[in-house]
């Protein structure tokens, strides 16, 4: 299965907790005013690579905590990065997701053809909304602005409502 990405990196220390291999997937609908990734907004650049390579890359560093999945939007191409992310738990990984949308949208708008929630069921921890530049702050961790979320998303899953990880 192949998944078209902006690019990766491979011991990230900005996008989540420990050292993480970060996949930038290619393709967002959201196109925030003040993106820190606008070139990943086009669903038609980047390139695709197969999930096994990916997989290879990651399994080859055994310094990393976990791994990223950020954007462009990931929940675009759900399906690829659900498989990747299968694959990923069973090294012992921890997964972060990183979407435009919020935790309700993909509960309320998943479908077995977008997988959403099945994205959700895999990520350990969900930074959600959209970034706004008129909330931006640098004192955050991992996010951009104010609005932005760092949710327990397997907890919020269990119970039904929405966790949040306070900083």
């Given at each position: 299965m192949d998944v078209r990405i902006a690019g990766t990196v491979n011991d990230s220390i900005v996008d989540g907790p420990g050292l993480r291999f970060t996949?930038?997937?290619?393709?967002?609908?959201?196109?925030c005013d003040g993106c820190h990734n606008p070139q990943t907004h086009s669903f038609n650049g980047g390139e695709v690579v197969s999930i096994d390579e990916i997989y290879?890359?990651?399994?080859?560093?055994?310094?990393?905590?976990?791994?990223?999945?950020?954007?462009?939007?990931?929940?675009?191409?759900?399906?690829?990065?659900?498989?990747?992310?299968?694959?990923?738990?069973?090294?012992?990984?921890?997964?972060?997701?990183?979407?435009?949308?919020?935790?309700?949208?993909l509960v309320d708008n998943a479908n077995e053809d977008n997988r959403y929630l099945e994205l959700l069921s895999i990520t350990d921890f969900l930074i959600d909304g959209?970034?706004?530049?008129?909330?931006?702050?640098?004192?955050?961790?991992?996010?951009?602005s104010t609005n932005q979320r760092f949710i327990d998303c397997k907890k919020s899953l269990k119970i039904g409502k929405v966790c949040i990880i306070d900083d």
């Amino acid at each position: 299965m192949d998944v078209r990405i902006a690019g990766t990196v491979n011991d990230s220390i900005v996008d989540g907790p420990g050292l993480r291999f970060t996949i930038f997937t290619q393709g967002c609908p959201h196109n925030c005013d003040g993106c820190h990734n606008p070139q990943t907004h086009s669903f038609n650049g980047g390139e695709v690579v197969s999930i096994d390579e990916i997989y290879d890359t990651i399994k080859q560093n055994p310094l990393l905590d976990g791994v990223t999945f950020s954007g462009g939007e990931p929940f675009c191409q759900a399906a690829p990065l659900v498989e990747l992310g299968k694959r990923i738990q069973e090294l012992g990984l921890d997964i972060i997701t990183y979407t435009g949308h919020t935790f309700e949208y993909l509960v309320d708008n998943a479908n077995e053809d977008n997988r959403y929630l099945e994205l959700l069921s895999i990520t350990d921890f969900l930074i959600d909304g959209k970034f706004e530049i008129n909330n931006k702050s640098y004192l955050l961790k991992f996010r951009g602005s104010t609005n932005q979320r760092f949710i327990d998303c397997k907890k919020s899953l269990k119970i039904g409502k929405v966790c949040i990880i306070d900083d």
